[in-house]
């Protein structure tokens, strides 16, 4: 607590009441959840980086058409859940209830698109012969990395659809308050950011130089 001393006495600055830094027990275990899953992910990104570089035959399985294309369709599906959760937030915050479960429904329905897209990706690559630990391309790290960090995130999202959907049962019923959506939308922002280094390093970067 911060002092100020004039004249021979102190005198505080703060009176007190409430903790001047204080958190809701549930966001800061959220953040806290958030920074310990960002180490998870940051490790699995790390050990796919380093599997690439020491492997002489990693593949290039991802072709412009269609794996991009539709990792593309992938991203804005999530992207555009993002815009709507933030819509969700803010109109929890006004009290508007059924505009937030509208809004809320609407990130769901990117989430389910999301997990419709990158199911029916894992059911082509399976049928071409990828394996966790086989491929038909060259190392068999590549088929452990990509469904493992892939997997996790894809378990992620789902995840988050199924929260954001009891969310949206609880916040019409009056059941949860505003500060519970907010939270869920941490909780789904911190998952479109991990697609966001996936894609680009998983994907873009997989991409064979045609000549």
Known sequence: MATIE???????VW??????????????GMWLFIVSDALTFSALLIAY??????SADWPLPFHFWPSIVVASVMTF??????????????AAK??????TVNWLLATML??????????NEWRTLIG????????????????????????????????GVIVLGVMAIGFKKGRYP????????????????????????????SVPLEH
């Open 6 to 12: 004039t004249g021979g006495t102190t005198t505080s």
């Open 15 to 28: 009176g007190g009441g409430a903790s001047p830094f204080a958190i809701p027990s549930k966001k800061l």
């Open 49 to 54: 980086s380093y599997s690439r570089v020491a």
């Open 77 to 90: 599906c999530l992207l555009s859940s993002s815009v709507t959760m933030v819509m969700a937030v803010a």
């Open 94 to 99: 006004q009290g508007r209830v059924g505009a």
């Open 110 to 119: 990117g989430g389910v698109a999301f997990i419709i897209l990158h199911a």
């Open 128 to 159: 071409e012969g990828l394996r966790p630990f086989d491929n038909p391309w060259g190392s068999p790290l590549f088929g452990a990395t990509f469904f493992t960090c892939t997997g996790l995130h894809m378990l992620h999202v789902t995840i």
């Open 178 to 205: 505003a500060d519970y959506v907010e939270i869920s939308g941490l909780y789904w922002h911190f998952v479109d950011l991990v697609w966001m280094f996936i894609f680009p390093l998983i994907y873009l970067m």
